[in-house]
């Protein structure tokens, strides 16, 4: 067979094991150690990347045949991805490292008696480059962003963190607090060191007032480089609970590493939820949140509560769902009033704030209520969307989900049993928790897809006007 054909298809097979690299190793921070040992869909690995490596090995020549093969099921396989990759800097570094070694593997290869398995050469080196590259960067990014911090000498800065509700609870800070400062939060769910070292270089604004930093975490030591990193002046910490136990693997141990906030040297209070263990030998003054709020009532409409600031009860209502988001939103509240806003504007702010996108957002479309919960991943706030889908008694009531990921399976079985006590029709998508879920819900029809590509004709087949739908987690379909 002509040599050249067999390298250049040896090249493009190459070229589809680094595409599978760098996308795997995006999902998962570009931790080689969370893609090999933390992977939901393992077989993924073993089909698109093991065998054809040893394949790659065995097949000599005939290698060539099982690859056209090879590439055509990795196509439908990116084609179904609800998360593809995205040519990051990061990445494109690595491509352009990879294809010149690719090339010049190539030209040798064509040439010279020299065994193939050199491709395999470049792939290590290309990956070793860019891991190299970006620790170099990295660290040179921090020092900038530390130097950045240093000159802003009136900025605050406020961390937040939490297993539940951190991004809710930082943009509710922010709301608030926008309207008497000049206030910049960390975008969407930026909350890893290297994206908040990104985040300062490139968006804090020079002449920002207050900096509100989200902080989260997949190990130990993560929110203390955060911390150190930022040098808060407050805290919030949230409630801690049975999150990403697949890394952590006990609730102490988050715990511990949620309690990585106070190691900030300029540290002056937290805000830490009242369920959540007091830390010892704590210095710090604290203040647990809620505290005097009472006579919350949340339905489909919005939220009403009252809560006291200084020495006067305040009523307050809000567009905003969920009982836990008045938890979330009064910590919030707290903050703007020792910040110096007035209570009546703190009321007509709460009053006119907008939900959080895909934090049971309520979006009313073509005669249907859809309760958009798709980024709220937790036991407890999955069960405050589905106790509001209850009330609902206007027409079927929808469920689409993954169950809960990176958590137990007793937390399913109990997610499963109040789907089943409320809901006509549970559409359960992906592999992952469908078996526990399926098992367990007897009353609701059942629906069950491995990928979300025909979901919106399964919708239209089973939804009329009248009808609610609850997104409840959207969790990616490699997980």
Same mark, same amino acid.
């Not at 801690?240 to 697949?246: A, K, Y």
């Not at 141990?253 to 002056?268: A, C, D, V």
């Not at 479309?365 to 958009?372: V, Y």
């Given at each position: 067979?002509?040599n050249i054909l067999l390298q250049?298809?040896?090249?493009?097979?190459?070229?589809?094991?680094?595409?599978?690299?760098?996308?795997?190793?995006?999902?998962?921070?570009?931790?080689?150690?969370?893609?090999?040992?933390?992977?939901?869909?393992?077989?993924?690995?073993?089909?698109?990347?093991?065998?054809?490596? %040893?394949?790659?090995?065995?097949?000599?020549?005939?290698?060539?045949?099982?690859?056209?093969?090879?590439?055509?099921?990795?196509?439908?396989?990116?084609?179904?991805?609800?998360?593809?990759?995205?040519?990051?800097?990061?990445?494109?570094?690595?491509?352009?490292?990879?294809?010149? %070694?690719?090339?010049?593997?190539?030209?040798?290869?064509?040439?010279?008696?020299?065994?193939?398995?050199?491709?395999?050469?470049?792939?290590?080196?290309?990956?070793?480059?860019? #891991?190299?590259?970006?620790?170099?960067?990295? /660290?040179?990014?921090?020092?900038?962003?530390?130097?950045?911090?240093?000159?802003?000498? =009136?900025?605050?800065?406020?961390?937040?963190?939490?297993?539940?509700?951190?991004?809710?609870?930082?943009?509710?800070?922010?709301?608030?607090?926008? &309207?008497?400062? &000049?206030?910049?939060?960390?975008?969407?769910?930026?909350?890893?060191?290297?994206?908040?070292?990104? !985040?300062?270089?490139?968006?804090?604004?020079?002449?920002?007032?207050?900096? @509100?930093?989200?902080?989260?975490?997949?190990?130990?030591?993560?929110?203390?480089?955060?911390? =150190?990193?930022?040098?808060?002046?407050?805290?919030?910490?949230?409630?801690?609970?049975?999150?990403?136990?697949?890394?952590?693997?006990?609730?102490?141990?988050?715990?511990?590493?949620?309690?990585?906030?106070?190691?900030?040297?300029?540290?002056?209070?937290?805000?830490?939820?009242?369920?959540?263990?007091?830390?010892?030998?704590?210095?710090?003054?604290?203040?647990?949140?809620?505290? !005097?709020?009472?006579?919350?009532?949340?339905?489909?409409?919005?939220?009403? #509560?009252?809560?006291?600031?200084?020495?006067?009860?305040? !009523?307050?209502?809000? &567009?905003?769902?969920?009982?836990?988001?008045?938890? =979330?939103?009064?910590?919030?509240?707290?903050?703007?009033?020792?910040?110096?806003?007035?209570?009546?504007? @703190?009321i007509s702010l709460v009053e006119?704030?907008?939900?959080?996108?895909?934090?049971?957002?309520?979006?009313?479309?073509?005669?249907?209520?859809?309760?958009?919960?798709?980024?709220?991943?937790?036991?407890?706030?999955?069960?405050?969307?589905?106790?509001?889908?209850? %009330?609902?008694?206007?027409?079927?009531?929808?469920?689409?989900?993954?169950?809960?990921?990176?958590?137990?399976?007793?937390?399913?079985?109990?997610?499963? /049993?109040?789907?089943?006590?409320?809901?006509?029709?549970?559409i359960i998508t992906g592999d992952?928790?469908?078996?526990?879920?399926?098992?367990?819900?007897?009353?609701?029809?059942?629906?069950?897809?491995?990928? &979300?590509?025909?979901?919106?004709?399964? %919708?239209?087949?089973?939804?009329?006007?009248?009808?609610?739908?609850?997104?409840?987690?959207?969790?990616?379909?490699?997980?």
């Open positions: 067979m002509n250049i298809s040896n090249i493009i097979f190459m070229l589809s094991l680094g595409y599978y690299l760098m996308q795997n190793l995006q999902w998962y921070n570009y931790n080689i150690f969370r893609v090999i040992l933390k992977h939901n869909k393992f077989y993924w690995h073993l089909l698109y990347f093991i065998l054809p490596v %040893l394949l790659f090995f065995l097949l000599g020549d005939y290698f060539i045949y099982y690859n056209i093969f090879h590439i055509c099921i990795l196509i439908i396989w990116y084609i179904k991805l609800d998360k593809k990759i995205v040519f990051t800097s990061r990445v494109n570094r690595f491509f352009i490292a990879y294809c010149i %070694l690719l090339l010049v593997s190539f030209i040798v290869l064509i040439n010279f008696d020299i065994t193939r398995y050199i491709l395999f050469v470049a792939l290590f080196v290309s990956f070793l480059v860019s #891991f190299l590259s970006e620790l170099v960067i990295m /660290r040179q990014y921090k020092k900038l962003a530390i130097k950045k911090l240093n000159s802003m000498n =009136n900025l605050i800065i406020i961390s937040v963190t939490a297993s539940y509700g951190k991004t809710s609870i930082k943009n509710f800070i922010h709301t608030l607090l926008s &309207k008497q400062f &000049k206030t910049y939060a960390t975008p969407r769910s930026i909350n890893t060191i290297n994206g908040i070292i990104s !985040d300062i270089n490139n968006n804090l604004p020079y002449d920002c007032d207050i900096y @509100i930093v989200e902080a989260g975490a997949r190990q130990k030591g993560d929110i203390e480089k955060i911390a =150190n990193l930022i040098n808060h002046h407050y805290a919030v910490i949230g409630e801690i609970g049975e999150m990403h136990l697949q890394y952590f693997k006990t609730i102490e141990n988050i715990k511990n590493t949620k309690y990585e906030l106070f190691k900030s040297n300029r540290l002056k209070e937290v805000f830490l939820f009242k369920n959540n263990d007091l830390p010892s030998n704590a210095s710090i003054p604290i203040t647990l949140f809620p505290q !005097d709020v009472s006579n919350i009532c949340s339905n489909l409409s919005g939220s009403t #509560f009252t809560m006291n600031l200084g020495e006067t009860c305040y !009523d307050f209502k809000t &567009k905003v769902l969920g009982e836990f988001n008045v938890v =979330n939103l009064s910590v919030a509240i707290m903050i703007a009033y020792k910040f110096g806003i007035s209570p009546n504007k @703190i006119n704030m907008k939900p959080i996108e895909h934090r049971l957002e309520k979006i009313e479309i073509n005669g249907k209520i859809i309760l958009d919960d798709s980024f709220n991943g937790n036991l407890n706030g999955m069960k405050e969307a589905i106790k509001l889908s209850s %009330l609902h008694t206007n027409g079927k009531k929808i469920i689409v989900t993954p169950g809960i990921v990176e958590n137990s399976i007793e937390n399913n079985i109990k997610l499963a /049993r109040m789907i089943d006590s409320v809901f006509d029709v549970a992952l928790n469908s078996k526990i879920l399926s098992d367990n819900i007897s009353n609701a029809q059942k629906i069950i897809i491995k990928d &979300k590509i025909n979901l919106n004709s399964i %919708l239209s087949k089973f939804c009329s006007d009248g009808d609610l739908i609850l997104f409840s987690n959207d969790a990616p379909n490699y997980i």
